[in-house]
């Protein structure tokens, strides 16, 4: 009896290890598994995308805009680049585009945050506006506005092309600020899509 009683807190002590131990692997197991594959995948997918486009983006980008390890894909004909996202598996264009010989002649982002900001220029006309990149669509959240021959300027939340709504200029402050989430302004490069430079860059 007294060795059958035994036997059995041996065996429940045995349990007990297995059990934390099994628990400790599924907590202290490496998460990058799944996001080093949906990332390998996203550049296999952005290198086919860009071969099948050579005749019209002859240089293209990668830069970490949203808040994951999987790059976005900059595809750059002349000066304008254009924003490309890897989303639900699939190349995903979010057809939202920056001229840089009409304004800033970098593409200024800020790492991580889904933010971007454009600041350019149409004919008398300045504008400046800070888009956000979430769940493979793009958004303005808050731009400026005004004319090179006088000082006034009006700053709105809201998308260019949608619901928009005028604020003050310190409120325009404000949320630029939250937006980028104290992170500094990066800015992407660009390499020759060719297969060498899909090969060397597109990694």
Same mark, same amino acid.
């Given at each position: ?7 059995? *807190? ?12 099994? @628990? ?11 996001? +080093?594959?949906?990332?390998?995948? @996203?550049?296999?997918?952005? *290198? ?50 920056? $001229?840089? $010989? ?28 800070? $888009? ?9 959240? +808050?731009? @400026? ?18 619901? *928009?709504?005028?604020?003050? %200029? ?13 992170? *500094? ?13 899909? %090969?060397?860059?597109?990694?």
């Amino acid at each position: 009896m007294v060795l059958k009683n035994a036997s059995q *807190k041996v065996l429940s002590v045995l349990i007990a290890l297995v059990l934390a131990v099994s @628990a400790f692997i599924a907590v202290d197991a490496p998460p990058t598994i799944e996001a +080093v594959s949906k990332r390998t995948k @996203a550049i296999r997918a952005y *290198k086919k995308y860009l071969k099948n486009n050579e005749d019209n983006y002859y240089e293209f980008g990668l830069v970490y805009l949203d808040n994951n390890d999987i790059p976005e894909l900059l595809t750059k004909e002349g000066s304008v680049v254009s924003i490309c996202t890897y989303y639900r598996g699939k190349v995903k264009e979010t057809y939202y585009a920056v $001229n840089l $010989n009409k304004g800033d002649s970098k593409f200024t982002y800020y790492k991580k945050s889904g933010i971007y900001k454009v600041l350019g220029y149409h004919y008398e006309t300045w504008y400046e506006s800070y $888009n956000k990149l979430s769940k493979g669509k793009v958004k303005t959240k +808050v731009f @400026a506005t005004g004319t090179f021959d006088s000082t006034s300027a009006k700053y709105y939340k809201g998308e260019i092309n949608g619901k *928009k709504t005028q604020i003050s %200029k310190s409120k325009f402050k404000f949320l630029v600020k939250k937006y980028k989430k104290g992170k *500094k302004a990066s800015y992407a490069k660009y390499y020759s899509n060719t297969e060498s430079g899909r %090969k060397k860059h597109c990694k």
